[in-house]
């Protein structure tokens, strides 16, 4: 299993904490996590507040009970693990196999579900890890249901020099996930990336962590 060192839980102990008033506002919301993790933490933290959620990460592990269904899957090509993914269907409970997303193009991610599956949508300490962000952002949009939201967490540009100290000098967090980041994000390039999915349209942006970590929700508007 993944060790997750102390600075890590500390960092997403955080993240929590500023998405979980989002997802409260909710009565029993479909929920959506991607990239769950290995412990799915958040599904497990707000699993009082909704009525189903389900969680997909390549590290995901098996878990199913009443409310949680997370499932193994992969995002996108560069993560042709060949493995199988489980993957039970909102709403009628049924189990199928699934096989991750190993798709040549690396501009294209497929999630597993149906069009307006979910209320919510979670990605915290995702984006940044993504070859193709407007894809993913794209494939949100289309599993949202009308004025459903999307709530994300990414690092800004400030933060890229120390989340490199504290990894690869201090070794406080996993040297793995900071040499995978592909880019740092501000409130601009977030404005430039919704501008390419028009139905998601920007909520809130707000920085934390000192001004090294973005803050997004943004909503699915209504047809017309």
Known sequence: MIQE?????LLRKMRLARVLPSIKIFKNPR???IGCGFEARLLREVEDYIAKGVGIDYKAPEIHTDKICTFGYVFESKHEL???????QMGGG???TTQPNTQSNPHTITLPFE???FEIVTMLAVIEHLHAPIAMLQEIERVLVPNGILLLTAPSHAAKPVLE?????L??????EIRDHKRYYNKRDFIQSLAQVPRLKLITHRYFQCGMNNFLKAQKCCDG
Do not use: M
Not at 82 to 88: C, K
């Open 94 to 96: 049924q189990t199928q």
């Open 115 to 117: 069009n307006e599956s």
């Open 31 to 33: 929920l959506l996590d």
């Open 171 to 176: 070794r406080l967090i996993d040297e793995r």
């Open 165 to 169: 100290f504290l990894s690869y000098r």
């Open 5 to 9: 060192s102390i600075f890590d839980k």
């Open 82 to 88: 060949g493995l199988e993914a489980s993957n039970r």
